[in-house]
């Protein structure tokens, strides 16, 4: 997938809202898509199951992310659907290999 990675900020508990006070912050690595894509749901799964469409920002699993904050990238990996708290996009990747996208001409 080709994007730009953002970044989320996040609370969570004990409140889970856009509260600061006494929830826990967290910076959550995006990736905001080029174009949208529509993912197939495995229906053999118990958490995939459903589809998704029109997804236009995926959450990454990754701990380096900082230098490419901004960037255009490609990314490859494994979606899946959110399943925790944490996951606050409905599709979530956890990434095997990403890097900066060649320049457009």
């Known amino acids: 997938m080709i994007g730009v990675v953002g970044v989320a900020y996040e609370y969570g508990p004990p409140n ?5 006070k006494g929830a826990e912050g967290r910076q959550t690595p995006i990736l905001r898509l080029s174009k949208p894509i529509n993912i197939l749901g495995d229906p053999t799964s118990d958490v995939n199951r459903g589809d998704a469409e029109n997804v236009e920002e995926v959450q990454l699993e990754l701990h380096r992310y900082r230098g490419l904050v901004g960037k255009r990238v490609v990314v ?3 979606l899946r659907r959110s399943l925790t708290g944490w996951h606050f ?6 990434v095997k290999s990403i890097r900066k996208a060649p320049r457009l001409k």
């Not at 889970?16 to 600061?20: E, T, V, Y």
């Not at 996009?89 to 956890?94: D, G, I, K, L, P």
């Open 16 to 20: 889970w809202s856009d509260d600061p």
């Open 76 to 78: 490859t990996g494994t």
């Open 89 to 94: 996009t409905e599709v979530v990747m956890v």
